[in-house]
């Protein structure tokens, strides 16, 4: 089984060529980082058996970069992107080096060894091996582009099975769209992302329901929209405009999977769903905010949801039962950051943001002009003078980039304020829908009475 994967790094060519040239004297900016890092990592030694797993197709691989540089001056194609990275990653325990490095070398002269320099490493220092490709986005042969479109990718695959069939590995049979990488890594951390929250709810409805009406009502009763029509069961919140498959979050979720799990912690009967408020709160904070009512108390009203979230206080063993809840935890430190800036500004009420937003703004726009006219002086000043205008215009970019900062947590705190509003309100209607349903169903007494009527 073997994955695969290609994207694109950028950079500047010229800042590549003088760092080649003289790597003692130069040091690479944050864009050509990538390449750099590429490089180092793909070739590191303590990776790749002390480089026995590295290859080269179509130049040499002491001098591979050098040699991309040529190719790129030779054909004035030094804008864009500058290479391509990818990888091709096997199941553990499965090939040996030898098996795995040759499959990478003839995967890569396939799909690129007609027109491309590139280098081939295979690392070992993982749990699985994993080969890394890395080639000149400029054709030696024409100084075509490479350009990765679905047909590529797509080909990259087909080519990647055929030769692990070939050599008695194992294949993805039903591939789907890997997550992104941010997603990927919050979920493996175990932050409440969308999936895992609602994994988490449904698998409690799951356990807690003898049949499957009640385990839709245990769902709706969380806040969530059910789709239990057709093969594929569906679920959303109401803030998302597409539903979810419940066999995306977990490939057994099939209607005859969740119909024999029924009820595992529901012998004597099925457990309801509940919405739980933080019970730490303090009194002064419980009034900071009213359903179906913009807030204008925003520092209040933060602190009522860190309460609500279990930020607030230190070490409380209170945890949100709401999803939407669970998912803001995912923003914490930016939550965190809105709240120190509004503490440290004085910043209470809406009125006191628009006013600390519209100052900055203008002081900004002054710094702007004078830096504007401080660069028209260095055209025109002197050699010795110039040194001392430029440092006073970077102290001035350094005073515009913290005002950017300043409006930029404005311009964030009054949309979280206005999204935590709309997220208590869809809260509130789902505890007062609870309420009401409870009230609607008949109590026993009033059931046997109905009945003996009958």
């Known amino acids: 089984m073997a994955v695969t994967s290609l994207w694109h790094i950028?950079?500047?060519?010229?800042?590549?060529?003088?760092?080649?040239?003289?790597?003692?004297?130069?040091?690479p900016n944050e864009d050509m980082q990538d390449f750099f890092h590429v490089f180092s990592y793909v070739k590191n030694p303590e990776k790749t058996d002390s480089g026995e797993y590295v290859s080269a197709l179509n130049c040499l691989k002491e001098t591979a970069l050098q040699q991309m540089i040529l190719t790129k001056k030779q054909y004035q194609k030094t804008s864009g992107y500058i290479a391509w990275h990818g990888y091709q990653s096997f199941k553990p325990d499965e090939g040996t080096p030898e098996q795995c490095h040759e499959i990478g070398l003839k995967l890569a002269g396939e799909m690129w060894g007609d027109k491309y320099q590139i280098i081939v490493a295979t690392h070992l220092d993982r749990g699985h091996l994993h080969n890394h490709f890395c080639f000149n986005s400029v054709s030696y042969l024409d100084g075509k582009k490479y350009n990765y479109s679905k047909s590529e990718q797509k080909r990259l695959r087909e080519v990647s099975d055929h030769l692990c069939r070939e050599y008695g590995l194992s294949v993805i049979e039903n591939p789907r769209k890997a997550p992104s990488r941010p997603l990927y890594l919050d979920e493996k951390s175990g932050k409440p992302?969308?999936?895992?929250?609602?994994?988490?709810?449904?698998?409690?409805?799951?356990?807690g329901s003898r049949d499957i009406p009640h385990m839709m009502k245990y769902l709706t009763d969380k806040g969530y929209e059910v789709d239990f029509s057709g093969s594929h069961w569906k679920m959303k919140l109401p803030q998302y405009k597409h539903f979810t498959r419940l066999d995306t979050l977990d490939e057994r979720l099939t209607p005859d999977f969740i119909r024999s799990h029924l009820g595992t912690r529901a012998r004597y009967g099925n457990y309801k769903a509940r919405i739980s408020y933080s019970p730490y709160m303090p009194e002064e904070y419980k009034k900071a905010w009213k359903p179906h009512q913009k807030t204008t108390g925003i520092l209040a009203l933060y602190y009522y949801w860190c309460y609500q979230l279990g930020i607030f206080p230190k070490g409380t063993d209170y945890k949100p039962t709401s999803p939407l809840m669970k998912e803001e935890l995912l923003k914490l430190d930016e939550i965190t950051a809105q709240v120190r800036y509004m503490s440290k500004n004085n910043i209470s009420t809406l009125s006191d943001?628009?006013?600390?937003?519209?100052?900055?703004?203008?002081?900004?726009?002054?710094?702007?002009?004078?830096?504007?006219h401080l660069q028209n002086k260095i055209r025109r000043a002197s050699p010795a003078e110039k040194e001392t205008l430029r440092a006073e215009k970077n102290g001035v970019t350094e005073q515009i980039t913290e005002l950017r900062k300043r409006l930029k947590y404005a311009d964030g705190i009054e949309k979280r304020s206005a999204h935590i509003d709309d997220c208590l309100n869809q809260i509130h209607d789902t505890i007062e829908n609870q309420r009401s349903n409870h009230q609607k169903q008949p109590t026993k007494t009033e059931h046997r009475r109905e009945e003996s009527l009958r």
């Open 10 to 27: 950028k950079g500047n060519l010229k800042d590549l060529i003088d760092y080649v040239e003289n790597p003692e004297k130069t040091v």
């Open 193 to 207: 992302t969308r999936y895992n929250v609602y994994l988490e709810d449904l698998t409690e409805a799951i356990s």
């Open 353 to 372: 943001l628009h006013a600390d937003r519209d100052k900055n703004q203008s002081e900004m726009e002054r710094l702007t002009d004078y830096r504007r």
